[in-house]
C-alpha cells in the first residue's frame, strides 16, 4: 500500500476515507480531524484553558496529545475510582505520560476524597458499576474545571463510543439524552463547556495515533464493564462497519447535521427546572443533586454494606431453594471481577 498523500510506503488504513498513510502523514491525518471537529463545532477560542479528562487509556491520552501538538493551553484530570489493579495501572500510565511531557495532571481519589469507590458504590446503590462510575465523572470533572477556572473540559469520546449512544438512544428514543448528545455541550450557570474533539475519529484510529506517537496506555478493559449494553451496541455497528465501510460516521455526523436541532428543546425544557443542590451547590433538578445522593449512600458504611450483601445472599438462597428455580440469578449491579 502507497500512502495516499506522499506515495511513501503506508502502515496504516483508514477504510471509511477508503485511503492508506504513511507515519507522518497519519498523524497529520489525526490532528486534521480535530482540527476539523473543533472548528466545525465551535469548541474552542483562542487562549481557552482546557481540562482534558484523562483515565490512561488511548482515547484520553490521544485527545491530550493531540490538543497540545495543535497549540491550546491543556492540562489534565484523573480520577481515581478504586477498582483494584486496573485503577493502579491507568494511574501509572497517566501519571507517565504527563511526568514525560512535563505537564499537569490534576488527581483526584474518590476513597481518598469523597469516601467511596465505584464497586462499592454499586453494591450500596443497587446501581451498575458504570452508572456509578460515569455520575461520579460527570460531577467530579466538571466541579474540579469550574474550581481551577477552565473553560471547558475535554473527553475522548470517538466516534464509535458516540455512534453506540446515539443507536441505544434511537432505540428507546432517549428524547432528552439526544438534545445533550453533541459534540459541544455549551457552558450555563454551573457547568462549565464540554467538548469532544475526537469525534470524528474512529478508536482504531486512536489507538494506531498512541502506537505511531510512542504512547503508552493501559490496553485492559475496565473489568466493570462487563454487561454494559453499549459494547452490544458498538459489536453491533462494528458488523455493519464491515460491510460498509462508512456507516458509523454517515449515522452519528449526519445525526449532527440533520436531526439533532430537532431534539434540543427537549434537554432545554430539563435546565429550566435546575436550581442549586443544597449540599454541593450543584445544578439539579431534585432535592440534593445526583451525586451527594450517590456519596451518602455509598459512604453508610462498611458495616451497612455488608448487611445489604448478606440480604441478597440470603434472598438469592431462599429463591434458589423454590420447587421452580434450580439457581438464584445474581443480584442485579453486584461488582464482578474487580476489587
Request: hydrophobic letters at 35%.
Amino acid at each position: 500500500m502507497k500512502c495516499r498523500r506522499c506515495r511513501a510506503p503506508a502502515v496504516v488504513d483508514v477504510r471509511r476515507h477508503n485511503a492508506a498513510f504513511c507515519r507522518e502523514c497519519f498523524l497529520r491525518h489525526v490532528r486534521e480531524q480535530v482540527r476539523r471537529a473543533i472548528d466545525d463545532h465551535d469548541m474552542l477560542q483562542p487562549g481557552d484553558r482546557v481540562l482534558v479528562a484523562i483515565s490512561g487509556g488511548k482515547d484520553s491520552l490521544a485527545a491530550w496529545d493531540v490538543l497540545r501538538e495543535l497549540g491550546y493551553d491543556a492540562d489534565g484530570l484523573y480520577l481515581g475510582l478504586g477498582i483494584g489493579s486496573y485503577s493502579d495501572e491507568s494511574s501509572r500510565y497517566a501519571h507517565e505520560y504527563a511526568s514525560r511531557h512535563g505537564l499537569t495532571l490534576h488527581s483526584v481519589d474518590l476513597a481518598r476524597d469523597y469516601g467511596y469507590d465505584v464497586p462499592g458504590a454499586a453494591v450500596a446503590t443497587r446501581r451498575a458499576p458504570c452508572g456509578a462510575c460515569g455520575l461520579s465523572k460527570r460531577h467530579l470533572f466538571n466541579e474540579v474545571a469550574l474550581e481551577r477556572g477552565y473553560d471547558a473540559v475535554a473527553t475522548g469520546h470517538n466516534l464509535d463510543d458516540e455512534a453506540a449512544v446515539l443507536l441505544g438512544n434511537v432505540l428507546r428514543w432517549e428524547t432528552a439524552y439526544l438534545g445533550r448528545q453533541h459534540p459541544v455541550l455549551p457552558a450555563a450557570e454551573g457547568f462549565v463547556r464540554k467538548i469532544k474533539p475526537l469525534v470524528r475519529l474512529g478508536e482504531r484510529e486512536t489507538a494506531a495515533y498512541c502506537v505511531l506517537s510512542r504512547i503508552d496506555y493501559i490496553v485492559e478493559e475496565c473489568p466493570m464493564a462487563a454487561g454494559n449494553r453499549h459494547l452490544g451496541y458498538k459489536e453491533l455497528l462494528n458488523e455493519l462497519e464491515d460491510r460498509s465501510p462508512g456507516s458509523k460516521a454517515a449515522f452519528l455526523l449526519g445525526y449532527f447535521e440533520r436531526a439533532h436541532s430537532r431534539f434540543a428543546g427537549d434537554a432545554a425544557s430539563e435546565r429550566a427546572h435546575l436550581r442549586p443542590c443544597p449540599e454541593c451547590g450543584a445544578p439539579t433538578t431534585g432535592d440534593i443533586c445526583a451525586f451527594c445522593s450517590l456519596r451518602a449512600r455509598a459512604t453508610v458504611g462498611d458495616e451497612a454494606a455488608v448487611e445489604l450483601v448478606a440480604r441478597r445472599t440470603a434472598r438469592g438462597r431462599s429463591s434458589g431453594r423454590s420447587a421452580r428455580r434450580a439457581t438464584a440469578p445474581a443480584p442485579p449491579g453486584a461488582p464482578t471481577g474487580a476489587g
